[in-house]
């Protein structure tokens, strides 16, 4: 699976693309792999402040339950609401599913996640491949 | 640091670990078996689920352990030990039952098998293996009873589902159709004569589980013509997951969750498992005095009417937050495609219809007591 390269990454598995102001925020394909089937996504609502490095949510397959933490801090502004009646397109497209859109309040955060090269080369160490 | 490596616990593997690595499954840690929890090659969870709910599936028991108790008093070393009434078995015949602690807890739940006149196996849990044997062999010892454990001896393969009769009809010359519902035979399968085949299983789905010698080759050349003759049935290789949530659906218990050494048969809802007018097993008057004292809990089922799943140790709260009880098992329920869990709760919240709420991540979420189980199998076939 490719890591588009205008994303980046976290350790915890999160992608995030920024755009100008404005940044959208999903799981990606090794998370959804590792999580296997997803059947329940919660997310915070429109409005909510979230912070770098914290919660913000949790997905859930039928084995496990998994929290989600923000790569970058900023106002939710949109929340992918297709993804409460269909969590499985998760599992179908992890890059094109977003959960979240948010203004960030500091564009600096972007700066200490890692490139898709950096990312697809901790998740191969994880991994053990 | 080595000290630590040297108190590490072996990790177990049963004779089909190293197939389970080359089809790709996940593997995880279960009670210190190393065993597949999926196989992406059957399609996740899910899919495994479904396939048992509609078609079959196959699969890897053999971390299930195995007691035989034969001699002059294996009948009443059993009836002393365990809580069901052996004494009704015909050989061929199992029954559903537990080992109960003086306390009227669990040590185990067990199937009950009558091989023959003088001649018992109890199948038992992985994570309590050494725990049954153990208790088994220290309270039989006054009757003239051998006990054996034979809990390496077999490779356990579980086929499951409504075609699983279909299937394994193929690879046997035992007519199938004779045996019902938690009875068992012995016959040629793969070819490997006198396998013992019994239909059961832990999914609340038609289903036979059979038992082949353990060692490697045997025991992956049958798991592969299983896989290879259920092809044309849609038969997929399942993994503990599905495993946990068929049962779940089925309101079958699991040992460490609704059964425990601190939850009596009558808070489990096991009354009709249990024999009472069978006098002088472990446990009996413990259960006596349990029942004339009143259930203070029970086990319920829960479906969530808000969105939330409820998941093993979550707290129940009443409808205004405060703590009643507690999540036993909870998931997603991948046939039903509702999200389900059993919990005990007090005698007063137990009614069909009672309204509590399940505490996910600091929130109250609400859920209902609905009728169990929460599945129940057509009644063909």
């Known amino acids: ?129 | 640091m080595p000290a630590a490596e040297a108190t590490t616990p072996l990790i177990r593997k049963t004779a089909l670990n190293a197939l389970h690595r080359q089809m790709g499954a996940k593997m995880v840690d279960f009670n210190g078996w190393d065993m597949p929890v999926e196989y992406p090659c059957s399609g996740g969870i899910i899919a495994e689920h479904n396939a048992v709910r509609t078609g079959v599936g196959i699969f890897d028991v053999s971390h299930m352990g195995d007691i035989r108790l034969e001699g002059p008093q294996a009948l009443d070393a059993v009836q002393h030990i365990s809580m069901n009434d052996a004494s009704r078995l015909a050989i061929g015949q199992a029954q559903y039952s537990a080992v109960l602690y003086p306390q009227g807890t669990f040590v185990d739940d067990v199937i009950v098998h009558r091989m023959g006149e003088q001649d018992y196996l109890l199948v038992i849990n992985a994570g309590t293996r050494e725990k049954d044997f153990n208790w088994v062999w220290q309270n039989t010892k006054q009757f003239d009873c051998k006990v054996t454990n034979l809990s390496d001896d077999f490779t356990q393969i579980a086929i499951q589902g409504p075609k699983s009769a279909k299937l394994l009809q193929k690879l046997t010359d035992l007519d199938l159709s004779a045996v019902k519902f938690y009875w068992f035979t012995h016959g040629t399968v793969c070819g490997l004569k006198n396998i013992l085949t019994s239909r059961t299983g832990y999914t609340a789905e038609d289903g036979f589980e059979i038992y082949i010698p353990s060692d490697e080759s045997t025991s992956a050349r049958v798991w592969e013509e299983v896989l290879e003759a259920g092809k044309e049935f849609g038969a997929v290789a399942c993994g503990l997951g599905s495993r946990n949530t068929l049962r779940l659906e089925g309101k079958l218990p699991l040992y460490g969750h609704e059964i425990s050494d601190s939850i009596n048969v009558w808070e489990a809802g096991l009354d009709r498992f249990c024999k009472m007018e069978k006098t002088g097993f472990i446990g009996r008057p413990a259960l006596e005095q349990a029942k004339a004292a009143g259930l203070k809990r029970t086990l319920v089922g829960l479906e969530m009417v808000e969105r939330g799943i409820a998941r093993d140790g979550y707290k129940v709260l009443n409808e205004s937050g405060r703590e009643i009880g507690y999540v036993t098992s909870g998931s997603y329920a991948p046939f039903l495609k509702k999200n389900i869990a059993m919990a005990y709760v007090p005698m007063e919240f137990s009614a069909i219809g009672s309204s509590v709420k399940v505490e996910i991540r600091g929130q109250g979420v609400k859920a209902q007591v609905v009728p169990t189980p929460f599945y129940k199998r057509p009644k063909s076939s």
């Open chain 1, 1 to 129: 699976m490719a890591y588009p390269s205008d994303y980046k990454y976290t350790k915890e598995h999160e992608w995030i693309k920024a755009d100008g102001g404005n940044a959208t925020i999903g799981i990606t394909d090794y998370a959804q792999q590792s999580l296997g089937d997803i059947v329940f996504v919660d997310l915070p609502k429109v409005g909510a402040e979230i912070t770098v490095g914290k919660t913000l949510g949790s997905v859930e397959s039928v084995k496990a339950v998994s929290d989600l933490y923000a790569p970058a801090s900023g106002t939710v502004t949109e929340v992918n609401g297709a993804l409460a009646t269909a969590p499985e397109q998760i599992n179908k497209d992890a890059h094109g599913s977003w959960m979240l859109k948010i203004k960030l309040s500091n564009s600096g955060d972007l700066n200490a996640l890692l490139s898709a090269a950096d990312y697809e080369k901790f998740v191969a160490e994880e991994s053990g491949h």
